[in-house]
């Protein structure tokens, strides 16, 4: 009997944050929910108290099994990627009260498992995403990242369960 594992997926943001439900069983991918956190307004440290409570409610609703984040990337702003690092830490920690297995994914290694390109555009990857999981609708576009990212862990497991091996493979830290 194959079991279901649930993945979350994050796509995080300073003012976006992306968040994507899938299940496997086996190697089927199937839909349970996506969205987006917004954390707009006010001071910084607010935004993250927004980001942390509402990836912890995220995990309370839905009690994944795993989470797959989106790792920072370097920006061309180094103030930009510092906010992005805060943001993604807000969104892991709020985690650890679950005790939940966390993966890291480089976005062009997310789009190299859904799209077949690192170098797949936001489109593309909103595109497979709609395809592989049969949405009726196109989910924004970082709820598509974080869907993405679920669905790459949940690629890079099928590949580890075919190869018999619970060791980690490229991408998976």
């Known amino acids: 009997m194959t079991t279901r594992k649930r993945i979350l997926g994050i796509d995080p943001g300073s003012r976006l944050t992306g968040f994507g439900v899938v ?9 349970v929910a996506s969205g987006t956190v917004k954390s707009i307004d ?19 609703e839905f009690r994944p099994d795993i989470v797959a984040v989106e790792s920072v990337f370097m920006h061309k702003n180094a103030g930009s990627a510092l906010k992005l690092g805060h943001a993604r ?17 480089a976005p062009r290694e997310i789009k190299q498992a859904v799209v077949g390109t690192g170098a797949a555009t936001k489109e593309q990857v909103q595109h497979m995403v709609v395809s592989i999981l049969t949405l009726d609708g196109v989910p924004a576009e970082d ?6 990212a679920a669905l790459c862990h949940g690629h890079q497991r099928r590949i580890q369960t075919q190869l018999g091996t619970d060791n980690a493979i490229a991408g998976a830290r």
Do not use: N, P, W
């Not at 830490?89 to 994914?105: D, N, P, V």
């Open 23 to 31: 299940d496997f069983v086996g190697d089927k991918a199937a839909y």
């Open 42 to 60: 006010g001071a910084f440290a607010d935004r993250l108290r927004q980001i942390f409570e509402s990836i912890g409610s995220i995990v309370d």
């Open 89 to 105: 830490s807000a969104a892991i920690c709020a985690t650890f009260a679950h005790g939940l297995e966390i993966h890291e994914y």
């Open 143 to 148: 709820a598509a990242d974080a869907l993405a």
